[in-house]
């Protein structure tokens, strides 16, 4: 009989839910109806998670496993999990609407984890590592940006405060003119100038230090994201970090996202309903993704500035009456579409590497090559060299070198 009993609980399908932390996971488990099964706790090591999935399958067909922090907390044993053939279900944190009514522990919440797994209501698969190298690298760039701003802000308040003849000689300066007299500075005199010159001289060499990290680690971005999605990359007005930022919205795995409007969402890019009785209207989002909203923000300014589709198009919808900020919302849900274009296909990039050594073969220069296409020579050398893409420019410049 008892064996029985324990064959028909094997044979049950069950869903589980994990509630993450720093130190330790908490694990429940729930039966199809949306019964409470049982619930553990584990620690967050290796062997800690494989007893968590033991737990889980102990107990019946494990269908899915919701996780709360599955990019965060919950990487660890979201790997554990999938690498068992588990199917692995994001959840977001319960409302708190839900949390008021029924509280907070860590066993409710993993219980609320397995519950929408059960429901449906968590349908998101979780990413993949893929972009892991990306993620770290983009953090760490913004890291020291944040940080060079930082000792950039505290040199001017020393300044602001500093004796009368600091001020007079180095306050008129500006960026890295100021910068870079600031960091060959000798503090001298007596106690009060010798003080603040150090920490002036502290801080300069700081901002120079952060800044050439920061040079460094965006060209490791630029390396990464490159080989990661070409066409990405090549997209007019997409840079390393704004790449690097809808790498990492979208996730290593971008088929999680089923559709462009869900990619649009996910970025705050898309209009959302708010319609009641005989209005039917909608309203700004102010949910998603911000920082990959403000990737699609920087990439519509850019275009805005150097795109001539783009300069046509906002004089089209100027001359209609919108303002420029309706402009840019709609720039920024078609910029969406482009994007999600580019991170789920394959987009071929022409090749430019042939552009320069044929240039040099007919003796032309980057001058004369700017003043018959009316550009700068810059443009031509970004152009050669991969660093910018300009598909009509390059085949134009092609045939006219092979006319030359």
Known sequence: MTSEVAKDTVEQNVFG???????TIHVAVISENGGHLADAEFPTIAAGYAAAVTFLTVHGNVIAIGVEGTSSYGAGFTRTARS??????????????????TGKSDPIDAYAAARAALSGRATSSPKDDTVAGIRALHNTARS???????????IGQVL???PEAIRAKYGHLKGTDRTEALARLRPAGDALHTAVLTALKSLARRVKDLTAEHQALTRALDSEVSAHNPGLRAAHGVGPDTAAQL???????PERMRTEASFAALCGAAPVPASSGRTNRHRLS???????????????????SSDARTRAYVARQTAAGRTKKEIIRLLKRAIAREMFRCLTTTVTIPGTADLRPMRQTRNITLTAVAQHFGVWPTTISRLE?????????ARTYRNWLHTA
């Not at 020291?144 to 505290?154: C, D, G, P, S």
């Not at 790498?247 to 795995?253: D, E, Q, S």
């Not at 102010?286 to 805005?304: E, F, K, Q, W």
């Not at 060299?385 to 420019?393: E, S, V, Y």
């Open 17 to 23: 839910g994990v509630d993450s932390h720093t130190d």
């Open 84 to 101: 068992h053939g588990h199917q692995v279900i994001e959840v977001n944190r319960p409302d708190k609407a839900e949390r008021r009514r």
């Open 144 to 154: 020291a940006v944040k940080a060079r701003t930082a000792a950039l802000n505290q």
């Open 160 to 162: 602001v405060t500093a």
């Open 247 to 253: 790498l990492i919205t979208a996730g290593g795995n």
């Open 286 to 304: 102010r949910g998603g993704d911000r920082t990959a909203n403000s990737a699609l923000y920087r990439i519509a300014l850019v275009r805005m």
């Open 385 to 393: 060299r991969g660093l910018t893409r300009d598909d009509d420019l």
